[in-house]
């Protein structure tokens, strides 16, 4: 396995060039746009690494799936489905003209921005810093690591660029779907997104992802169902307007983040963890979903 | 004259049962459904006035024209028509959608929301406070009226539900439409839209464009390209996505307010006000665009 | 007037090089990109030409305006806007989108593509060749002029390269809105739109518009009523998504035309045509929108 | 497992009651709207059947499937998906608006009305005719059922009444996507669609797709890269803009029908085949995807 990761890795490495590094805010710019690496844990508690695994970058939407979780358990599955869909869309990550056109006045699903910024609103907590505290304590909870925090450089850039973002959220508050304050779901959202994790940390939520909810302890967190439901909008939506695509090539649940991470699960087996920050165009680790691709060639893994 | 504005008055007070007033702020709801009246005032300055004339209400959508010609002594009009196009829409006043999906990175044109939130944002002043007392003095200098002043009830209240709005504000902010600060401008925005007028007073109003930009002293404040602007723009996108169809059946610049006013111009010649807080799905006041429509026919008023 | 026409072309003549000769079909690529020529008739008889104003050039949109009258003189004006509307859209003359997206489920206006194939459905005539013999005779009648005639070359490429056209009309059949054969509209829209014409030819067409419907013989054709609803609909949808800024700029009713003519009217007095093939992005003669502005200014022709 | 259908049937039968039958064309409204039946074959042949299922019914959208196939096969997976994508739009199965909105110019996906016609005009063929003899054999040779043939009753219904499928096959005609004849890609299309199969049929064409392509011989037809293709876009498109949450509920690959037909493959297994003519409004069997649901739950069939 060690073997076939450090060869995927020099194979893909030049698909790097192909893409951009986000630089919607400085912050993210600084990445090294050739980083590519990537980490495998499976359910016996083996580890594999190579390339770039040890580098830290921000968790961006990867950090949806963790949000969907606590919301659920927060409000149950009922409420949160009452409020943001599960259909994928075919529009890119920050598209706003759904939430006008269709007759559906809800956000199509949770991996979208709009669908995220609704889920964060539904977080519980008396006020935002409370809500912050209830999913960073959730999110160390499952990747098993207590050290985990946000990048508050990158969150305040996040926070002052991300008018699309507030225009989406004060859309949601005009249709009813936020129900509590806007700008609280708002900061709830640049701040889940500022997480700063390593490959290892994402290849743990997609352990934990892949044993149903449990941790590497045994205990059951979440139940078999919600983590049924998120590996399932992994793979309808889980890489933006590319994720029928990632489907057909990739073929396993995937969930894509602009800082460069994927969060990748084989349901009963492996929890992967790439990192590249040389994005394609709809905002998915061009390198990476090629690692991605190989791996589950070489290993047989698609679900289909 | 004055006779045949009773006699329009009378006729189409049945159609205000057709209609409802705006309701999504508490006070608006509070107009009388079926009040109705006409103001108009000649260039020799006469007046004929007819049914509720004196009734005061908020002048909303209608001050889009009067911030216009202030943004563009401000600014200019190339700066101006930088940022905001000139083309009707087809679409709802306050939608969205065309922001995303339309090739200009731009709001189609000043008389819908988001191309007045963006015009509002041109105002010059240091801040919110003193932006708006700038245009407060521009609407009191045009009206020739000193007393002129905002309801501060419906302003709490445009701000607190106007989240339609707000999201159009970050929209524009996010593409660089709005250079200067977004809360700013959405504070001039639903300022202008609760200043308090009469049919009298938009019937002034009405009068500075039909004489080209001048005072009834006979003070030229705007120049007679900007006032034509305002005209046409009164024509292709002033009445919602009814201004085609208002052009066929009126033949007349008219903006429409969803207070219920219309203001109306026959150029060289005659400025109108009407009051009918009764509207038309579209936002119109539905008995008043038939006694427009009755009286241009009556007197040969349109312009086509 | 004579010697400003002249004037008028030769400064405008540069503009040409700023567009592109429609290249759809082969035949209209042959028209000569640096061509320019303006006729104008007054109600006197009197006429005045500059530039290129003997050229042939196929009508195109500007028979829109022609079917529209004999699709009322057919209807009524009660039927033909219950199956198209009034508005401008703001969206591409070819544009599919606003048929499913918007609530009215007709075509906008009858100046776009889709609202005036539902046009041709209207006219009255037991086979496309009947109806169309209609429409052509009508033409005649109006233009005063009986050798008008298609080019049949240029109607076999429209015929044969308009598939986006087709698409519309199939869609309104679906819903409704054409209530014939769609192959005969098809028919009758291509052959109406390859009619050949100089720029004296729709000048008389202007004249007649702004004579509200009359020939020069004194005969009424069509009311008052359906002349006026013609120029307006010219200057809210006229210029396809360019006429809320050509209204601002020229200030009378226009329509233009893919073959590079433009019909302008300005009510109870001229009758304008202009030829110039090279179009801007939008599908208007770029150099010939310029003459009509620098007119519209020298002679204060504007009627806001 | 016979028992297990049976009571699976009998619980979901009253679903049957909140829904609709097609009625676009009048045979289809003939189907008894409390029909309703499945059809399980495991892949050592055995066979499970319960309710209504010897109902002949038309295939209709589930000849998609089968279609792609055998374009791929002709034509080559880069060919096939240069003219047509792999992603869900989230808008219903006939909608225009994204061939126009969308800057990749082709269909979403294959599974969507839009993509299914462009792929009907890749089958390999000298004329309609024998491009659908090519099709009908393919398809009596993956459902092992030399019998099959069209309702031409039907067919002709499609054909008379399919004027946005016809609208949506000019469209692409004009982008480039369809090279060939327009109309004979609708022929292909109104025809395989008007397939009558039972049951039993589709749970032989899901078996052929569970085994990964090989008849019940043993004989390859497709590769396992062309059925992983097929189950991988059933998944993310297959039940129209339900398929998001389709995933989620059953969490096996699905492809319905507004005959009332649903495949459902369980890779490696079993091959299921449900007939249930009361749709969503969607177009899904309504009672039908019920069934599988429960089916799913029971025998942990998810993919998830």
Same mark, same amino acid.
């Given at each position: 396995m060690? =073997?076939l990761l ?5 194979k893909n490495?030049?698909f790097t060039?192909?893409?951009n590094v986000?630089n /919607?805010?400085?912050?993210?710019d600084?990445?090294?746009? =050739?980083?590519l690496?990537?980490?495998?844990i ?5 580890? /594999?690494c190579?390339?770039?695994? =040890?580098t830290?970058?921000t968790?961006?939407?990867i950090?949806k799936?963790?949000?969907l ?5 927060d409000n ?5 489905f009452s409020? *943001?869909?599960?259909e ?6 920050? %598209? ?6 269709s007759?559906?006045?809800?956000p199509y699903?949770?991996?979208i921005n +709009?669908?995220a910024?609704?889920v964060?609103s539904m977080?519980?907590?008396s =006020? ?6 209830r999913?960073?304590?959730?999110f160390?909870?499952i990747?098993e690591d207590e050290? #985990?925090d946000?990048? /508050?450089k990158? &969150?305040?850039g996040e %926070?002052?660029?991300g008018?699309r973002?507030? %225009? ?5 508050k005009g ?5 509590g304050d806007?700008?609280d +779901?708002l900061?709830v959202?640049f701040?889940?997104?500022s997480?700063e994790?390593?490959? &290892?940390t994402?290849?743990k939520i997609?352990l934990?992802?892949a ?8 205990e ?8 049924t439901?998120v590996?399932?909008?992994m793979?309808t939506?889980g890489?933006?307007d590319?994720?029928?695509?990632v ?5 396993i649940?995937?969930?894509?983040? *602009?800082g460069g991470?994927? *969060?990748a699960v *084989? ?5 992967i963890?790439? /990192? ?9 680790s061009?390198a990476?979903?090629?690692v991605l691709?190989?791996?589950s060639?070489e290993?047989k #893994?698609?679900?289909f």
């Amino acid at each position: 396995m060690q =073997d076939l990761l450090s060869k995927l890795i020099k194979k893909n490495l030049p698909f790097t060039k192909d893409g951009n590094v986000a630089n /919607y805010i400085p912050e993210l710019d600084k990445a090294k746009k =050739d980083a590519l690496g990537i980490c495998i844990i499976d359910n016996e508690g083996n580890q /594999y690494c190579a390339g770039d695994c =040890d580098t830290k970058f921000t968790v961006q939407s990867i950090s949806k799936i963790v949000t969907l979780m606590l919301a659920i358990l927060d409000n149950g599955e009922e409420y949160v489905f009452s409020k *943001v869909g599960m259909e994928p869309t075919g529009d890119p990550f920050n %598209s706003i003209r759904k939430l006008e056109t269709s007759r559906r006045k809800k956000p199509y699903n949770p991996m979208i921005n +709009a669908g995220a910024i609704a889920v964060c609103s539904m977080i519980k907590g008396s =006020d935002a810093r409370e809500k912050f505290h209830r999913l960073l304590d959730f999110f160390r909870l499952i990747s098993e690591d207590e050290t #985990l925090d946000v990048n /508050y450089k990158i &969150y305040c850039g996040e %926070s002052e660029t991300g008018n699309r973002n507030r %225009s989406m959220g004060y859309f949601l508050k005009g249709e009813g779907i936020i129900e509590g304050d806007v700008e609280d +779901a708002l900061t709830v959202y640049f701040k889940q997104c500022s997480i700063e994790v390593t490959a &290892y940390t994402i290849a743990k939520i997609g352990l934990f992802l892949a044993n149903n909810g449990k941790l590497s302890t045994g205990e059951q967190v979440v139940t078999p169902r919600i983590a049924t439901i998120v590996k399932t909008l992994m793979v309808t939506c889980g890489t933006y307007d590319s994720s029928g695509e990632v489907a057909v090539r990739v073929g396993i649940p995937c969930k894509s983040g *602009v800082g460069g991470g994927v *969060v990748a699960v *084989v349901p009963g087996r492996l929890g992967i963890g790439v /990192y590249g920050p040389s994005l394609d165009p709809r905002g998915n680790s061009i390198a990476g979903l090629h690692v991605l691709e190989d791996l589950s060639n070489e290993l047989k #893994l698609s679900i289909f």
